[in-house]
């Protein structure tokens, strides 16, 4: 629920803290008190973009900003926690609106900077506004279904195998598509695919081959240099003169080890010359076979040069490295195996596309019945709504109606149809209903929909206008009953609909020095009173009027 907003330099409030409680809350004033600035101000914090200058005073930003209680919204907290701007642990959402001089907006939810699009997402899942010119979403026509649905419990069983075998419908359709294409086409790109694939199989490329070329092109290049060190290496550590020679001279070390290896000094260092000397030995013969790997065969260096330009050449091709063409090469065979598949295939693709059609069709044949019937009680409650809204005479129907085609949610499409007076056809709701009706029309459908309809807090700004006499009274009679299961937020002129308000606003405009200012103030019960009567009759209301507005309060609050 809507906990409490707060104002600063925002139109004509100077400052401002308001805090909203359960149940029906109503803002009251004079027209042009500025009742619409708090609605303007609820309108920016969930997301709307600025339409007009809502600085008081240009020298300082505006702010507007909302504290929602999300304890029990499960909707909300699950979109919040998926989009990592709550912690579990956290009660309260904080959206806050601030206006530079410069007319810059920024959004910002518990602190953390937002987009108007992440506040338009979340919007719906704490509050609907209903202003007096515009339908609020519940009278958008695609969410018909959703209410329709929500009055049978079997729909969601329905509605998953539905979504699955029409995302598998899609799938297949789209494989078969790419299966019938042009047979030129399908040709020419098989013929494309063959040149790729038999370029790339005919360099019989290797993994690690273009390392190993590359390693014996250096070697081949610095053969010469190579081979003077490997003999010089071999002169020095074993073929050198006898005796001046790191082997023979380690050998001779050994001899005196071995003679004085009674001290235990000697004994240790024993093993590390033999070690040594073995080793020699090995880095010896390993120098002789390297030094015998140098002398390559004529024409070995431009073999391996015209094999690195080779790979180079399929590189600019088919990929940045040998593992790469290797990759592209699995893919063009893939790709060529798909294009050869055989009318014979697509034929079985076919059949598997008829059989999840006829699957769809069926679940969503299923649905079409359940939903029928969902909607006829539909209809009924709201008809004993609107009954109730002193409408006797108008007539709602449900007409749930085939689609052009079939879609993730079914084979249906939902209309409300609305005839206003006996006698006259049913047409679209939005295309019928007066102000008064339409309104009467919202009212009823919140309170046949309040188990499902989860939104928290409804708004309305003037729902009233166009409804009087006992019509009036049902309508107040029926806001109460709402606001049992939701939080309402009325703009109102109504003494009959503020007689049952849980907490009274009183919205007050004054001069000061020359400026305007719009105050806010919270009213007791006597308050209450007094207001009710000046809206009943004026200021100059007289001590029945007082007692009539006693009686309405008194009944409210029965």
Known sequence: MLEEIYLN????????????DRGLNVLTGETGAGKSIIIDAV??????????????????????????????????????????????????????????????????????NVSLGMLKQL???LLDIHLQHEHLSLLHPERYLMYVDSFAPESPVFLKKIEALFLALQA??????????????????????????????????????????????????????????????????????????AYDLISSAIDTATVLKEDEYFSSILPVLEEIYYSLEDIARGLGSFSSSLDFEAGILEKTEDRLYEIRKLKKKYGDSIEGILKYLENARRERALLERSQEEE?????????????????????????????????EIVNNELIELNLPNIRFEIAVE??????????????????????????????????????????????????????????????????????????????????????????????????????????????????????????????????????????????LTLQHARELVEKGSC
């Open 9 to 20: 330099n925002f139109v004509l409030i100077d400052e401002l803290r308001l805090e909203f």
């Open 347 to 379: 034929g079985e693709l076919e059949k598997e596309i008829e059989k999840i059609n006829e699957d769809y069709c069926l679940e969503a044949a299923r649905l079409t019945e359940i939903r029928g019937k969902a909607a006829l009680r539909l209809q």
């Open 172 to 245: 297949k359709r789209a494989e078969l598509l790419e299966l019938k294409a042009s047979e030129q086409e399908k040709n020419q790109k098989i013929d494309f695919l063959d040149f790729q694939i038999g370029e790339i199989e005919g360099a019989a490329l290797q993994s690690g081959e273009e390392e190993e070329l590359l390693a014996l092109k250096t070697r081949i290049e610095n053969a010469q240099k190579l081979s003077e060190g490997s003999l010089y290496l071999q002169q020095i550590l074993y073929n050198g003169e006898q005796g001046q020679n």
């Open 123 to 125: 919007s719906p899942l």
């Open 43 to 112: 309108g920016l914090i969930i997301g709307e973009r600025l339409k007009n200058d809502y600085l008081r005073d240009n020298s300082r930003k505006a702010v507007a900003e909302a504290v929602f209680n999300i304890s029990k919204n499960q909707a909300a907290s699950a979109f919040l926690m998926e989009n990592a701007l709550l912690d579990e642990e956290e009660e309260q959402v904080i959206i806050s609106r601030e206006i530079s001089p410069l007319g810059r907006s920024s959004a910002r939810l518990n602190g953390r």
């Open 402 to 543: 085939p689609r052009d085609k079939a879609c993730i949610s079914g084979l249906d499409r939902v209309e409300f149809m609305f005839s206003p007076n006996p006698g006259e056809e049913l047409r679209p709701v939005s295309k019928i209903a007066s102000g008064g009706e339409i309104s009467r029309f919202v009212l009823a459908m919140k309170e046949a929909l309040a188990k499902a309809y989860d939104v928290p807090t409804l708004i309305f700004d003037e729902i009233d206008v166009g409804v009087g006499g006992t019509s009036l009274m049902a309508m107040a009679a029926k806001l109460s009953q709402l606001s049992c299961s939701h939080q309402l937020i009325l703009v109102t002129h109504s003494p009959q609909i503020a007689a049952y308000a849980r907490q009274h606003y009183l919205i007050e405009k004054s001069v000061y020095e020359g400026k305007t200012f719009t105050t806010v103030k919270v009213l007791d019960k006597e308050e209450k009173i007094k207001e009710i009567a000046r809206m009943m009759s004026g200021d100059n209301y007289s001590a």
